[in-house]
């Protein structure tokens, strides 16, 4: 036996006696090193059966972190005891409680009922999940700042889906669930469900829990939302009860709902809805046909416009046709597209003036308010699709051939598009990148600084134009992203090598290109696919004077240093 004032493992000091039972003693002890509390369970190891008990509820709550569980800090084994320290729960408990002043106000049982329910979550989620078992006033701490903790885990056990029965049949008569005592079937997470059921509507009511009745009955004041919810945790089939936790919580938390007068409210606002909702929908019918009617006139006009455009005689004529087209309904794609494609690159060139042209129909102004552009990004699928279209037309076709900047915003839509196929959305990356770069390469901030080097022009291209880009998208992209490495190359060698990438680097680059071109392209005169041999023999001309041009910078630097 302890003694008080005696000094445990070096750093607890016996205080004084707070408990005992018929084989352990529980001490108040200190921490004087860091001055605090703790509670110190000694267990004598007389009875084997009670020792091994009690080890098994040492090494479950050892395990267990949660506000309104103790905590296990330490375990100490002597020679004819064990010692158990663990969290000091400075308060009193709500059998006490009970005893004393009688039932609890519905609201602060409510407020321990939540507490509670987090707690029994918590142990019901654990793997294996832990069954209390064992819920009553007498297992429960009310704290001073007027929170509660779970304790006495003696009758908990861990729940295993494989067994077909408890091991052992625990619990407090009057308290514990029916299957507790039945010879098949096991406890689980609704048999605590059970036992907080029982132990409510004793702190509501102050009775003996062997008298389970409605709430009401006994003090009509009571919600009789909370009565039915009461009366369905302590059903006598597991299936009739809450199934979890978490589900009692949120019918505690909404207890007003089953309210007979609440849904007597309820009803009656249902009623007024949906007789509000059937005139509502009256109406509605009038004013979508009406629309109907508009939209169908609408669209009618639309369409002749295009049909107008289409068949034009003269070029000013077929652009006034889209324009009114677009006029009338700014979100479709259709007149976008065939102005851009059909009269603007009608040559496979997009002038500055036509760029201007395009650019005054999208910022123009409707009648919405918004430029036709904004009415346009609404429709998200057709814009994505006409971005690309002008992104592509940008970048291959615009007459200013290095000014690549209208290229960009484009291309970036259409990159980040969510309809577009991949190989487009693939397409606008890698052309992008390139498109982005002409815009920032040699540019100064204000600091002076370069906001983009060439060392990151030049590994952000070799990537781009990394693998089989004809397999991944296809010739055309191909040969546009060799020809742009091939170009930076013969055009900015001194100061790649400044930049730090060395003569092998580019060296190996150049060669896997030139390897590309030989492995990776199908050329048939047959298919109209002349151009394409002509475009890659030129760029394979190309690539040798590349080369020729690197080894010479490279040689001329070696022989600066030298000398």
């Known amino acids: 036996m302890l003694e008080i004032g005696m000094v445990v493992d070096g750093k607890y000091k016996i205080l004084n006696v707070i408990g005992r039972g018929g084989m352990s003693v529980v001490y108040l002890a200190m921490n004087e090193r860091v001055n605090r509390q703790w509670a110190v369970k000694e267990i004598l190891k007389k009875d084997p059966c009670h020792l091994h008990a009690n080890k098994k509820e040492i090494e479950m709550l050892k395990k267990l972190r949660h506000p309104h569980l103790p905590c296990i800090i330490d375990v100490i084994e002597n020679e004819d005891s064990l010692l158990i320290v663990m969290d000091y729960i400075e308060g009193r408990s709500l059998q006490d409680l009970l005893n004393e002043r009688g039932a609890g106000s519905q609201e602060e049982v409510l407020t321990w009922a939540g507490q509670l329910c987090d707690a029994l979550s918590y142990l019901h989620t654990r793997k294996p999940a832990i069954i209390y078992r064992d819920m009553k006033p007498s297992n429960v701490m009310l704290k001073p700042d007027g929170s509660v903790m779970l304790i006495d885990f003696g009758a908990a056990r861990e729940y295993h889906p494989e067994n077909l029965r408890d091991t052992v049949s625990l619990g407090t008569r009057g308290y514990a669930a029916p299957e507790q005592y039945e010879r098949e079937g096991q406890s689980d997470a609704r048999t605590d469900i059970y036992g907080l059921g029982v132990m409510l509507f004793q702190l509501l009511t102050g009775e003996n829990p062997h008298s389970l009745r409605p709430i009401c009955s006994i003090n009509p004041s009571f919600s009789s939302g909370l009565e039915a919810i009461l009366l369905k945790c302590t059903q006598i089939r597991k299936d009739d009860r809450y199934q979890s936790a978490e589900e009692l919580l949120y019918a505690l938390e909404h207890y007003w709902e089953w309210d007979a007068s609440y849904r007597m409210q309820q009803k009656k606002r249902l009623t007024l809805f949906l007789v509000s909702f059937m005139m509502a929908c009256i109406l509605g019918l009038h004013a979508l046909f009406f629309g109907w009617k ?60 036509e760029s201007d042209e395009l650019r005054s129909i999208l910022i123009e102004y409707g009648d919405s308010r918004e430029t036709n552009e904004q009415a346009f990004q609404r429709n998200q699928k057709g814009y994505e699709e006409f971005a690309y279209a002008a992104g592509i037309a940008y970048y291959y076709k615009f007459e200013e051939k290095s000014n690549k900047k209208y290229a960009k915003g484009y291309l970036k839509t259409a990159a980040d598009s969510e309809h577009l196929d991949w190989k487009k959305t693939e397409r606008a990356r890698r052309l992008g990148v390139i498109a982005d770069y002409y815009s920032r390469i040699g540019i100064l901030d204000e600091a002076g600084d370069a906001s983009v080097t060439y060392r990151d022009y030049w590994e952000d291209l070799t990537a781009l134009s990394s693998g089989n880009l004809v397999e991944a998208d296809n010739e055309r992209t191909a040969l546009v992203m060799y020809e742009e490495l091939t170009g930076q190359i013969l055009s900015r060698t001194e100061e790649l090598i400044k930049d730090g990438i060395s003569e092998e680097e580019i060296l190996l680059q150049l060669a896997s290109m030139e390897k590309h071109l030989d492995m990776d392209f199908s050329y048939s005169r047959n298919s109209g696919q002349a151009w394409m041999k002509e475009e890659a023999e030129a760029l394979k001309r190309q690539i040798e004077k590349a080369e020729k041009i690197v080894r010479s910078v490279c040689t001329q630097e070696r022989e600066e240093i030298q000398s």
Request: aromatic letters at 8%.
């Open 294 to 353: 508009v939209m169908d006139i609408k669209n009618h006009d639309y369409n002749a416009y295009l049909l107008a455009a289409r068949g034009a005689a003269s070029r000013e004529e077929e652009i006034l046709s889209y324009r009114k087209a677009i006029r009338l309904d700014p979100s479709r794609k259709e007149a976008y597209l065939e102005l851009l494609e059909d009269v603007f690159l009608n040559d496979q060139v997009l002038s500055v003036q």
